[in-house]
């Protein structure tokens, strides 16, 4: 229908007017119709007409289509319009004939994507608060890639920073152990039982000799081990919940040069060792670097301030409120100044579109991160950066201990051990994610309406309890999803007349608009309200159903009847079965 309000705008606003302004969407109140557009209100400068005007001139040629019934111009200009049932009747059966590629979408045009999410310090497990970043991230780039974008997963290591060194020493101390001395681990350093396997594998490998090595040398040796060791603990905690990033990309390879591969005939890189170093050169000699004094603060502390000559990132002229440091007054880097070398290689790699997940506490970050881009692309790049917050964690509305193996916080790994990766999932992009989310380990386990992922669990249940039962009356009914889909599929789906039966062909009918415009959002939990919508519109109605016998979705000696109701029943499994793998959640067949 978008199109064919393009379609009816265009000729009267003229070539130059930017239809893609045109909203074409279900309105807040269903008494209004099918469909209301803002096409007159934002269309209205262009055409020299009052909105009014417009949406009349408008409202006339779409009273002309062949899917429309009624056409209302509203307030100001808004146009109402009612489409004609035989609509809804073909929305389910593009549903039947496409399965589960159904709002599929070629939005996106095959255009590479790079979503980097959950990038946290490899100094141990994983945490709660990062498992939503991750959910967060993996559900985007699903979406996306459904909506025709091709999508990179990414996972940013971070290990160079000093964070590492302390994991480093923390892991000493644990080789220590190992070697039986008795050890206390000292303030600042990681608490968590974790590093003791790590302490044992050095031990086992090396003896004492670590002890008697200076730390610059024993250091970078305990450090790689730790490194390693926490990065196969991360992807361990990430395929529970059944991520998998096609790229780890480390920090540290920006500033020391990749390894080489000793078994791979590829020829040596032709970049310089230090990626950071480079892409500062190739900034400055834009005009984008300079040596320079930053001014004090107006207000408060300014973490990254010092009243010294520095190198600095011309960040103003690209948005942001100041400009930026790149290197620390001995001469290493910033973490900003990494993270633009970071970005330029994605740059380098071909991506255009730029995706960061990132935590709440990185709010102050965005700026000049999007100011860096900008001078890194010329401005034909983009970066959306996605902050994801803070996770609190209960039972039962009581907070929970911190974890005895991490130290001092939840592991995610425990959390998707005792609930499971579908409902850590759905509850976690079950909110904004920008809003502060409470993780009940109770609630998201309880079999009720007020827990959405049961809710809309058990309808993909439900419906499939319905084809079973069918099967009575129905015993040709295919039991494969495909076959029984193109069986339905010559349904007379006509007889779908109900209000409760059109609420729920509409709630079909609207699934590609809905993907289209979640991906255009960046917005996954859409499709979780989406679904959790549609599971409550069938529920009511099979409710209905048990209170008038007319209504239920299978009718003895009326098999018409019945064909088309199992139609509307493979259509609402269709879907959700569709959401639920965007959303990496189980479509179960039966609940206990």
């Given at each position: 229908m978008l199109?064919?309000?393009r379609a009816?705008?265009?000729?009267?606003?003229?070539?130059g007017?930017?239809l893609?302004r045109?909203?074409?969407?279900?309105p807040?109140?269903a008494s209004?119709?099918?469909?209301?557009?803002?096409?007159?209100?934002?269309?209205?400068?262009?055409?020299?007409?009052?909105?009014r005007?417009l949406?009349?001139?408008i409202?006339?040629?779409?009273r002309?289509?062949?899917d429309v019934?009624?056409?209302d111009?509203?307030?100001?200009?808004?146009?109402?319009?009612?489409?004609?049932?035989?609509?809804?009747?073909?929305?389910?059966?593009?549903?039947?004939?496409?399965?589960?590629?159904?709002?599929r979408?070629?939005?996106?045009?095959g255009?590479p994507v790079n979503?980097e999410?959950v990038?946290?310090n490899?100094?141990?497990p994983?945490?709660?608060?990062?498992?939503r970043?991750a959910?967060?991230?993996d559900a985007?780039?699903?979406?996306?890639?459904?909506?025709?974008?091709?999508?990179?997963?990414?996972?940013?290591?971070?290990?160079?920073?000093?964070q590492?060194d302390?994991?480093?020493r923390?892991?000493?101390?644990?080789y220590r152990?190992?070697l039986?001395?008795?050890?206390d681990i000292p303030?600042g350093?990681?608490?968590?039982?974790?590093?003791k396997e790590?302490?044992a594998?050095?031990?086992?490998d090396?003896?004492d000799?670590?002890?008697?090595?200076?730390?610059?040398?024993?250091?970078?040796i305990?450090?790689?081990r730790a490194?390693?060791?926490?990065?196969?603990?991360?992807?361990?905690?990430?395929?529970?919940?059944?991520i998998?990033p096609?790229v780890?990309?480390?920090?540290?390879?920006?500033?020391?040069?990749?390894e080489?591969?000793?078994?791979?005939?590829?020829p040596a890189?032709?970049?310089?060792?230090?990626q950071?170093?480079?892409?500062?050169d190739?900034?400055r000699?834009?005009?984008?670097?300079?040596?320079?004094?930053?001014p004090?603060p107006k207000?408060?502390?300014v973490e990254d301030w010092?009243?010294?000559?520095?190198t600095?990132?011309r960040?103003?002229?690209?948005?942001?409120?100041v400009?930026?440091?790149?290197?620390k007054?001995?001469?290493s880097?910033?973490?900003?100044?990494t993270d633009i070398?970071?970005h330029k290689s994605k740059l380098?790699?071909?991506?255009k579109?730029?995706?960061?997940?990132w935590?709440a506490?990185?709010g102050g970050?965005v700026?000049?991160?999007?100011?860096?881009?900008?001078?890194l692309?010329?401005?034909?790049a983009d970066?959306?950066?996605?902050?994801?917050?803070?996770?609190?964690?209960?039972r039962?509305?009581?907070?929970?201990?911190?974890?005895?193996?991490?130290?001092?916080?939840?592991?995610?790994r425990e959390?998707?051990?005792?609930?499971?990766r579908?409902?850590?999932?759905?509850?976690?992009l079950?909110?904004?994610?920008?809003?502060?989310?409470d993780?009940?380990?109770a609630k998201?386990?309880?079999?009720s309406r007020?827990n959405?992922v049961?809710?809309?669990q058990y309808?993909?249940?439900?419906?499939?309890?319905?084809f079973r039962?069918?099967?009575?009356?129905?015993?040709?009914l295919p039991?494969e999803a495909?076959?029984r889909?193109?069986?339905?599929?010559?349904a007379?789906?006509?007889?779908?007349t109900?209000?409760?039966?059109?609420a729920?062909?509409r709630r079909?009918?609207a699934?590609?608009?809905h993907i289209e415009?979640?991906a255009?959002?960046?917005?996954?939990?859409?499709?979780?309200?989406?679904?959790y919508?549609?599971?409550?519109?069938f529920?009511?109605?099979?409710?209905?159903?048990?209170?008038?016998p007319?209504l239920?979705?299978?009718?003895?000696?009326d098999?018409?009847t019945t064909a088309?109701?199992l139609?509307l029943?493979?259509?609402?499994?269709?879907?959700?079965?569709?959401g639920?793998a965007?959303?990496?959640?189980e479509?179960?067949e039966e609940?206990?």
């Open positions: 199109a064919r309000v009816a705008a265009a000729p009267l606003v003229g070539p007017a930017d893609a045109i909203v074409v969407e279900p807040r109140d209004h119709g099918d469909m209301a557009t803002n096409a007159a209100m934002v269309l209205a400068k262009d055409a020299g007409k009052k909105p005007e949406a009349e001139a409202a006339e040629r779409l002309a289509e062949p019934e009624k056409v111009v509203a307030g100001p200009g808004f146009i109402n319009l009612t489409l004609k049932s035989h609509v809804w009747s073909e929305a389910l059966r593009q549903a039947l004939a496409a399965g589960v590629d159904y709002g979408s070629r939005m996106g045009q255009e979503v999410y990038s946290a490899p100094t141990g994983l945490h709660v608060g990062h498992g970043g959910v967060f991230g985007l780039a699903s979406l996306l890639a459904f909506a025709g974008y091709k999508v990179t997963r990414e996972y940013y290591i971070n290990d160079a920073g000093a590492v302390v994991l480093a923390s892991a000493f101390v644990r152990e190992a039986g001395e008795t050890i303030e350093l990681y608490p968590g039982d974790y590093l790590c302490g594998e050095l031990a086992t090396y003896g000799r670590l002890k008697a090595m200076p730390e610059a040398e024993w250091l970078p305990v450090r790689r490194t390693d060791m926490m990065m196969a603990e991360i992807r361990n905690d990430l395929m529970a919940l059944g998998v096609e780890f990309f480390s920090e540290r390879s920006l500033i020391e040069g990749e080489p591969d000793p078994f791979s005939n590829a890189s032709d970049k310089p060792a230090d950071v170093a480079a892409t500062i190739w900034l000699a834009q005009g984008h670097v300079f040596e320079g004094r930053l004090p207000s408060g502390a010092e009243d010294r000559e520095q600095l990132f960040s103003t002229a690209f948005g942001d409120d400009d930026r440091p790149l290197k007054s001995d001469d880097y910033t973490y900003f100044a070398a970071y380098d790699r071909g991506f579109h730029l995706i960061d997940v935590g506490d990185h970050y700026k000049r991160m999007q100011a860096a881009v900008k001078a692309s010329g401005g034909k970066l959306d950066i996605k902050l994801v917050q803070l996770v609190k964690l209960l039962a509305g009581e907070p929970v201990k911190m974890s005895k193996r991490a130290g001092d916080y939840i592991m995610l959390v998707v051990a005792e609930v499971g579908s409902a850590v999932r759905f509850d976690m079950y909110r904004k994610n920008d809003a502060p989310l993780f009940d380990l998201v386990i309880e079999h007020e959405p049961f809710y809309v309808g993909h249940a439900r419906a499939a309890s319905i039962n069918a099967r009575e009356e129905m015993p040709q039991v495909g076959a889909a193109a069986f339905l599929a010559k007379p789906v006509e007889k779908l109900d209000p409760g039966e059109l729920i062909l079909i009918a699934w590609p608009r415009a979640a255009a959002a960046h917005e996954p939990h859409r499709v979780a309200f989406y679904l919508e549609l599971a409550s519109e529920h009511a109605h099979w409710t209905r159903g048990k209170d008038l007319h239920r979705f299978i009718i003895q000696n098999p018409e088309a109701r139609a029943v493979q259509g609402i499994v269709t879907v959700l079965a569709a639920l965007l959303l990496g959640v479509a179960p609940m206990r």
